[in-house]
């Protein structure tokens, strides 16, 4: 395990794109180019249909490219699902797990989110498992606790050499221009950070832990700049090149 992990800028393209929104991956090739060196690693992680293309538009660059879910088995009668080996053959490095809007609309819990964060590193890929609490959590004053127990049970017990990477996204943020204040970002990530330093030791201190929900080119230095925020996890912003570039660029 490394001591220091480079920050990640992830790209979370969700729902969205046809074989026309692969220019943005050669877009964004040419910035990263252009700009030399990037003290980040920069993902885009784009829908299953594209990922391929998209891992061969990326090559000969420092863009990776990843899954945004992938089944908890490895093969099997899952019609519909894609398993972490099919992402990794299609050129993935990491795959998105637990993603809020699966947990919401397709049921998914906590521990199917372990499962499927398990199934990732045995195939080889990187997962980015997300977390975060709703509006009436956060409300309710039990933001720290919700999330907490995400944190406790979507991480599988060991990541081997792996990096760990959790992504926190307050689901009240998500595509809706709103963010926690940077006192509240602040603090959840240094909860985080408590949580996982005392399961995992150094491993927990080395991890990654990403914010996610409306980032944006005029948000993310500030964000980018809180103690324990080691990353973004980026949506609406990621589906043009030049605005993802920027928020690459501010980190
Ligand atoms: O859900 C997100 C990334 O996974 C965040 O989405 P937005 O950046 O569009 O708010």
Redesign the pocket.
């Known amino acids: 395990m490394q001591e220091r992990l480079r920050p990640l800028i992830?790209g979370?393209w969700?729902m969205n794109g046809t074989s026309a929104a692969l220019e943005q991956i050669a877009r964004l090739k040419t910035l990263l180019g252009e700009a030399g060196n990037i003290d980040s690693d920069v993902l885009v992680c784009p829908p299953a249909t594209l990922l391929e293309r998209a891992s061969q538009r990326a090559q000969g660059s420092a863009l990776r490219i990843g899954g945004q879910d992938c089944h908890a088995n490895p093969s099997g009668a899952h019609t519909g699902d894609v398993s972490a080996s099919m992402l990794l053959d299609a050129g993935a490095s990491h795959v998105?797990v637990g993603?809020?809007?699966r947990r919401a609309d397709h049921g998914e819990t906590s521990e199917t989110v372990r499962a499927k964060a398990a199934a990732a590193l045995a195939a080889g890929l990187v997962p980015i498992i997300?977390v975060g609490e709703t509006e009436a959590e956060r409300l309710a004053g039990t933001a720290n606790q919700v999330v907490g127990e995400q944190v406790k049970f979507s991480l599988p017990e060991t990541f081997g050499e792996t990096p760990i990477i959790v992504?926190y996204?307050p689901v009240w943020?998500?595509?809706?221009?709103r963010t926690p204040t940077i006192d509240d970002i602040a603090q959840m990530h240094a909860h985080m950070r408590q949580l996982l330093v005392a399961r995992f030791g150094k491993a927990g201190e080395a991890a990654l832990l990403l914010y996610?929900?409306?980032?944006?080119p005029s948000n993310a230095e500030e964000i980018l700049r809180t103690p324990n925020v080691n990353g973004a996890?980026?949506?609406?912003?990621?589906l043009l090149a030049d605005d993802f570039f920027s928020i690459i660029v501010a980190a």
């Open positions: 992830a979370n969700k998105i993603h809020s809007e997300c992504a996204e943020a998500i595509g809706t221009g996610g929900g409306s980032v944006k996890l980026v949506g609406g912003a990621s």
